[in-house]
């Protein structure tokens, strides 16, 4: 073996000079430590051969051995070393027959070889290879703590328009990371980006698309009519006007006023009773038809309006709520919202003429409901291609006057917006008030006075008598009035919140008609210097018509808020007037009884 052969080496290059006697001793300490080192030797090795991929932890060097290393000779290990090095770069040592590593203390290890057993018993392992290869350098990419994973975009449009289209279109997808994401050009944040930058940089066309394909100023068509790249292919059946009255510019006034009334809400059902829901009954001025539809179908119409008519901002239905929506509290409160809703599109100039509109509302067959149905649903004319349905003046509309007329109404929706916040918390308030406190206020001054009468029943007098009455009649009304406060609260301020609700709901929309219209705006201002005069002329002109149907329902929704408003605070105090008489007058007849 190797260890014997290097001890055999050992022992001849000893100097000599010692006794017979001596020397024999020393031969006999050799073996000794011989057998004790194979004997360790085999202790260590056997456990790496059984599991190679899975190295053990390395034993401390036995002191023998230690001691072993003394006996070698300086040249000799040096010769050992240079061997073992020699296939290993130097960095791990072949296996000589001795350890082969400088005298240390006691403290330090020891490296056995592995020229045989390949195993490195628990040293550092050599780096592979490919290893620059499979990790970024950090100067070409810095790492990035692993804790944070922000979502892929902040972008509402991402999250709701996202298609396997987008995904065969997008080369990488965009990473948790900061880093990662600037590496991918084509990252949806990069697209947000563009967008926010009005797209400063469009290419070289003449008139480029927006890059970003899931802003609405897109996805409803208005930068394709803007573009002149509407296409269509059905003829147009729906046609509105705007026109210039008296200097105002207004959509074409309603030649034919109708009304439509919501009543009779009744619970049907369906499939022999394992679905129900609540139907109302819609009858109509202008056909004297009555047909029946369930809130599902007003959510439809609600969405195909809002989807062709981008620039009319489209009242708000009442909210869907499932938990006790049989209730007659519930089902009376959505039929004065659904009224409400059913008035606004009955006044306006454009919705109250609209084909969606007058199907949902005279339709009664069933079969033709379905087809009506589906035409809504396949009609071309949406969004920007729904521009070509409008007549406009001929007269060019001046860019800088539009803005400040645009910015005048937002700031005057913004401001109303906050004041009928305002207003609607204080009428909730005022009316928890009137249906708690007051009315047990009045009550509980009602059974003082029950309690007071109780104690004149025990005189037998003429005048007592006469007093006894008084104050049971004064309990009496007293509790009376008390239920009329609650009433009051139902039937006087309770339209006045839900008019406010009507109203809140549909400005919210206007923010984004604006923000589309500026969009148009901008789009236009980037393609004049790249158009010719002609191509100019006719965005121009494309520009203009959307310019009048946002002025002319700009118009509409100023006056319907001034309407709105006279009608509804005016009933209200009407109505408040009436109230407080009536309780005057229930405490003017019972002050009578005590003279």
């Given at each position: 073996m190797l260890f014997t052969s290097s001890l055999r080496k050992a022992v001849e290059n000893?100097?000599?000079?010692?006794?017979?006697?001596e020397a024999h001793r020393q031969l006999l300490e050799r073996r000794r430590k011989q057998m004790l080192r194979r004997h360790t030797?085999?202790?260590?090795?056997?456990?790496?051969?059984?599991?190679s991929s899975s190295p053990k932890k390395r034993a401390p060097m036995p002191m023998a051995l230690m001691e072993e290393e003394e006996v070698v000779p300086r040249h000799q290990k040096d010769e050992h070393r240079g061997k073992g090095a020699g296939g290993t770069g130097g960095k791990h040592v072949v296996p000589p027959p001795l350890p082969q590593v400088a005298p240390q203390?006691?403290?330090?290890?020891?490296?056995?070889p592995s020229r045989n057993y390949n195993d490195d018993w628990g040293a550092e392992p050599a780096a592979p290879a490919y290893q620059a290869a499979a990790h970024p350098s950090a100067t070409s990419l810095p790492e990035v703590p692993r804790a944070s994973y922000p979502a892929l975009s902040n972008n509402d449009d991402f999250d709701d328009e996202w298609s396997d289209e987008d995904e065969e279109h997008e080369p990488s997808r965009p990473s948790a990371t900061t880093t990662t994401a600037s590496l991918a050009s084509n990252s949806r944040r990069d697209l947000s980006r563009s967008h926010s930058e009005h797209g400063a940089d469009r290419g070289s066309s003449k008139v480029n698309k927006n890059i970003n394909r899931f802003s609405n100023f897109v996805k409803s068509g208005v930068e394709a009519y803007v573009i002149g790249d509407s296409k269509t292919s059905s003829p147009i059946s729906e046609r509105h006007e705007v026109v210039i009255n008296q200097g105002i510019i207004q959509w074409k006034p309603i030649q034919q006023y109708y009304t439509c009334v919501v009543d009779k809400p009744k619970k049907e059902s369906?499939?022999?009773?394992?679905?129900?829901?609540?139907?109302?009954?819609?009858?109509s001025s202008l056909t004297n038809i009555q047909v029946s539809r369930r809130?599902?179908?007003?959510?439809?119409?609600?969405?195909?309006?809002?989807?062709k008519y981008i620039f009319i901002p489209i009242p708000p239905l009442p909210e869907k709520q499932v938990a006790g929506r049989y209730e007659e509290d519930l089902i009376d409160h959505r039929k004065h919202i659904l009224q409400l809703w059913v008035n606004k599109i009955c006044r306006?100039?454009?919705?109250?003429?609209?084909?969606?509109w007058l199907h949902f509302i005279s339709c009664t067959d069933e079969k033709d409901w379905k087809s009506g149905k589906r035409r809504a649903e396949k009609d071309e004319y949406i969004g920007g291609s729904f521009l070509n349905c409008i007549t406009v003046p001929q007269q060019p509309l001046d860019p800088n006057a539009v803005d400040q007329q645009v910015e005048r109404f937002q700031r005057s929706v913004k401001t109303s917006e906050e004041a009928m916040r305002v207003m609607q918390e204080r009428m909730n308030m005022f009316q928890k008030v009137?249906?708690?406190p007051v009315k047990q206020n009045w009550q509980k001054m009602g059974s003082a006075f029950k309690t007071l009468q109780q104690?004149?029943?025990?005189?037998e007098t003429v005048a007592s008598r006469r007093l006894t009455d008084a104050l049971a009649h004064t309990a009496s009304e007293y509790h009376e009035i008390g239920q009329v406060f609650d009433a009051h609260t139902k039937n006087d301020m309770e339209p006045v919140l839900e008019n406010l609700y009507s109203y809140k709901g549909t400005v919210q929309n206007v923010p984004d008609i604006i923000h589309v219209h500026k969009q148009a705006l901008q789009k236009f201002r980037e393609s004049e210097g790249r158009l010719s005069s002609m191509e100019a002329e006719k965005m121009k002109q494309r520009i203009d018509a959307m310019s009048y149907a946002v002025i002319a329902e700009i118009q509409h929704q100023t006056a319907e808020k001034v309407e709105d408003l006279k009608s509804t605070m005016g009933t209200y105090l009407k109505r408040q007037a009436a109230f407080y008489q009536d309780v005057a007058s229930k405490l003017g007849q019972l002050s009578a009884r005590y003279d």
């Open positions: 000893y100097p000599g000079g010692q006794s017979s006697d030797c085999s202790t260590l090795i056997k456990p790496a051969a059984e599991s203390s006691s403290s330090s290890s020891f490296i056995p369906k499939l022999k009773g394992l679905k129900s829901f609540i139907a109302y009954s819609i009858t809130y599902k179908h007003f959510d439809w119409l609600h969405e195909q309006l809002s989807a306006h100039p454009v919705l109250s003429q609209s084909e969606v009137f249906a708690g104690s004149f029943e025990i005189d």
